[in-house]
């Protein structure tokens, strides 16, 4: 897994999240401490995630809902 840089997010379900935009990889960290990792993410769709008009946890729904992912353990 490559070295990230977690950062805190205002959401009621997650505490943090970081991007790799070289590897397209999504981190999520839940408030209940699991990690995922989600790929291909685009830049343009990670950047969605911090638009106002819409919560950090709704977009990220719609960012992650066909993608594949991987539990960190």
Not at 1 to 17: C, F, G, H, Q
Not at 25 to 45: H, T
């Amino acid at each position: 897994m490559a070295k990230v840089n977690y950062r805190k997010v205002n959401s009621s379900n997650v505490d943090s999240e970081a991007y790799n935009d070289t590897a397209k990889e999504l981190y999520i960290r839940f408030n209940n401490g699991k990690e995922y990792i989600y790929f291909d993410v685009k830049a343009k769709e990670y950047a969605s995630l911090f638009e106002e008009e819409v919560s950090f946890g709704k977009q990220l729904r719609t960012v992650i809902k066909d993608k594949k992912f991987k539990i960190v353990e």
